[in-house]
């Protein structure tokens, strides 16, 4: 068989098409540069829209525009931004915590910036759940993950063991207040990211960082079990 036997032209397009929605972006555009056959294949708009829903499911807003063309362009326009907007939010966290603690109303308030910039749990696990990133990051990004976007737990077990951060652990102390609720005083939980996930420690620590100061817990800390020094290091603080 001749190699012109293997070029695009002999597949018909609906085989084209089936071999190019099974990639993701960036192989897809490789794809595209390969010829022009395979560039007028990869730049469908159902193969972008299909990828840009998949990526960012909240994100549905150009879709109420049966007209609307270009998905490609959209894709990568979003693609760009986001990663813009969720730099800022890792910028702040780090600048925030500086010095070892982070403010309930940072933490939190960084939470609510990742979904009001709509990331979708591709984003996350490309920009946050990352070894090179503090281990404050990585619990931010877990945390949006299962609460705000409600991802299944085992896709981000898949994550954090892909990412290499499953075994990244935090200690996480709380002082609460006596009422018929709780026993109060000091409380601690150290705990695993991948067991965070599976529910290991019954929803406590994700319960108590989401409260955070209320009339029950007077203050709140998680702080990494492994850093450097032999004291302590605070990671954030809820007060």
């Given at each position: 068989m ?62 109420k ?12 326009k ?31 308030h960084?939470?609510?910036c ?70 109060g ?12 996930v ?22 709140v ?12 290091h605070?990671?954030?603080?809820i007060?």
């Amino acid at each position: 068989m001749s190699q012109s036997d293997y070029s695009y032209s002999s597949l018909p397009k609906e085989i084209s098409l089936k071999i190019a929605s099974s990639l993701e972006a960036p192989a897809l555009s490789s794809l595209a540069c390969c010829s022009r056959d395979w560039q007028e294949i990869c730049v469908s708009d159902c193969l972008w829209k299909s990828l840009l829903k998949e990526r960012w499911p909240l994100l549905c807003g150009a879709d109420k525009d049966p007209n609307f063309k270009d998905w490609r362009g959209f894709y990568v326009k979003q693609h760009e931004e986001q990663k813009r907007q969720a730099e800022s939010v890792i910028n702040l966290v780090e600048q925030r915590s500086l010095f070892g603690s982070l403010n309930a109303v940072d933490y939190l308030h960084a939470i609510s910036c990742l979904e009001r910039i709509q990331l979708g749990f591709r984003d996350v696990q490309m920009l946050l759940l990352k070894p090179e990133l503090n281990v404050l990051l990585n619990l931010i990004g877990l945390h949006y993950c299962l609460n705000n976007l409600q991802v299944p737990a085992f896709h981000i077990t898949e994550a954090l063991w892909s990412g290499k951060i499953a075994d990244r652990q935090v200690c996480v102390k709380w002082r609460s207040t006596y009422n018929f609720r709780t026993r109060g005083g000091d409380q601690s939980r150290c705990v695993y990211l991948k067991d965070l996930v599976k529910g290991e420690d019954d929803g406590e620590v994700l319960t108590v960082l989401e409260r955070g100061a209320t009339y029950e817990l007077s203050r709140v800390q998680v702080s990494d079990p492994f850093s450097g020094s032999g004291d302590e290091h605070e990671l954030i603080t809820i007060i």
